[in-house]
């Protein structure tokens, strides 16, 4: 008879429920033992999870054209969270690649880039509201399209970030991956067709326990006249947290100063 | 309006017709109410001193002023004749309608102390900084206003051009001194103001300069 401390069976692919290992799928190369969940993310959809300090995120387009949109907050103190500014202006960059960090307004290192197969991830923050939505693709709604409808990349963060208490005041400028945006010589965005083909790759190391809030909507600048956004494939895997010769701590001075910012929360 | 290089305007306001007339010494918080339809000027007295000011709808305080909104309705990253800031609602909240300066920023935020420790050194972490100016406007105001309202900002006078390879750059600003800016509010506003005390940044030669503020009523035309 089983006993009330006995340690759960492992987990593997035979339990009872439906949660298939996806990431062997677009991740195959990730240590079996290390990974936490997997999930493909139908386009234009939206979820939420918190990441403990020392896991990471594996994302990979499934589609070409994809974009995922994340915003960031420290997951005990959700005043703490991703700042746009402070983390440009820090890195003195308006993209984002591998060695980045994104930065929380108290100058702590809520995560850092540490893997990257496109070399441009838009952080200028552009989000699909409704009224974009609207205007650009016109309306396709639940009741005559059940859940194909058209859904915007605010009310997705917005439906995930009330989930937490947070309310449409905490939405931030979020971080808008596999997609690039320019910035010409007179100030103008400049959208990048094509930019992130299928499997591309990028992954997020949390440096604190992170809530994340993610919408696979497509961005509001994207020129397409069709309403198509693309799958994206997650994988959170255990690494454990930045070591003393960590890539992301040496890629710049501000990035070993906002790790060390958020290395002396979890002494 | 989607052109977003300088377009330089004067203004034909007249200062004697203002009924707000305020300087704010440097490092210094400034909290203000004005009318929709009413003009605001803010001056650069000495130049190239950043004026960091985050706008709120003042009949519903979690309207706040959105830098992604008003980048994404504009096509573009500088502010100048033309330019209308827009709201986290995606609704306009001022127009800037005069500008002798001719670019201001919004992707370079507000300093603070614990930016400071990231950007410069662990030990500048004392030192006076925006986001402090920020919220003790707002703790002395107690109106509901805190820490996650504090968005970013425009900081008028300053000058950050992006690359064409995306590199954030912090350019020899292209204000100088009386050169000003003049916004015509499209809904009531409360504005929120540091006048900015970096003293680690030479885009203000280290040295934080006065700024001034003057309202005027909706002209006649």
């Not at chain 1, 991740?27 to 386009?43: H, K, N, Q, Y």
């Not at chain 1, 499997?199 to 809030?213: C, K, N, P, Q, S």
């Not at chain 2, 995306?166 to 929120?192: C, H, N, W």
């Amino acid at each position: 008879m089983a006993q009330p401390f006995d340690a759960p069976a492992p987990l593997t692919s035979n339990q009872p429920v439906d949660a298939p290992a996806f990431w062997q799928r677009f991740a195959p190369d990730l240590p079996a033992d290390r990974v936490m969940w997997s999930e493909i993310v139908p386009g234009g959809c939206h979820w939420s999870w918190v990441m403990p300090r020392g896991s990471r995120l594996r994302m990979v387009t499934l589609e070409a054209g994809a974009n995922l949109s994340m915003v960031l907050y420290h997951a005990r103190e959700k005043l703490e969270r991703y700042n746009m500014p402070d983390s440009l202006k820090a890195q003195h960059t308006a993209h984002y690649t591998r060695g980045h960090v994104l930065m929380s307004d108290m100058g702590r290192a809520l995560a850092s880039i540490t893997a990257d197969t496109v070399g441009w991830h838009d952080p200028l923050g552009a989000l699909l509201d409704a009224e974009r939505l609207h205007a650009k693709y016109g309306d396709q709604t639940f009741h005559t399209h059940r859940n194909g409808m058209f859904r915007s990349g605010k009310d997705g963060l917005l439906i995930e970030i009330g989930k937490y208490g947070l309310a449409r005041r905490d939405l931030i400028a979020p971080v808008n991956f596999f997609t690039k945006v320019a910035v010409d010589a007179e100030g103008r965005f400049q959208f990048a067709p094509e930019h992130a083909p299928a499997g591309a790759m990028v992954e997020l190391r949390f440096d604190m326990d992170t809530l994340i809030a993610i919408s696979t909507a497509p961005h509001p600048l994207d020129p397409s006249p069709a309403y198509a956004p693309r799958k994206v494939g997650l994988a959170a895997w255990k690494s454990g947290p930045a070591d003393a010769h960590d890539f992301n701590r040496r890629f710049r001075p501000e990035c070993a100063r906002a790790l060390h910012n958020a290395d002396m929360t979890y002494l | 309006m989607t052109a977003t290089a300088i377009r330089i305007q004067e203004s034909p306001l007249d200062p004697a017709q203002a009924v707000v007339n305020q300087v704010l010494p440097s490092g210094e918080p400034y909290l203000l109410h004005f009318k929709q339809g009413q003009t605001l000027r803010i001056v650069d007295l000495e130049g190239n001193q950043a004026v960091d000011v985050i706008f709120y709808n003042a009949q519903d305080l979690a309207e706040h002023y959105s830098a992604t909104d008003t980048m994404l309705a504009q096509g573009g990253i500088y502010l100048t004749t033309g330019s209308v800031l827009m709201s986290s609602e995606g609704r306009p909240m001022l127009t800037i309608v005069a500008d002798t300066c001719g670019r201001h920023d919004t992707l370079g935020g507000a300093c603070a102390a614990e930016s400071n420790t990231v950007r410069y050194a662990l030990q500048k972490k004392y030192m006076h900084s925006c986001r402090d100016n920020y919220l003790i406007a707002l703790q002395h105001a107690d109106i509901g206003l805190g820490k996650r309202d504090l968005v970013p900002n425009v900081n008028f006078f300053m000058n950050v051009p992006v690359t064409a390879d995306g590199q954030l750059t912090f350019a020899d600003g292209v204000s100088g001194p009386g050169k000003y800016v003049e916004l015509r509010a499209e809904m009531d506003i409360l504005m929120l103001v540091s006048n900015c005390p970096q003293l680690n940044n030479p885009c203000n030669a280290y040295n934080p300069t006065p700024a001034q503020f003057l309202v005027w009523d909706a002209q006649d035309v």
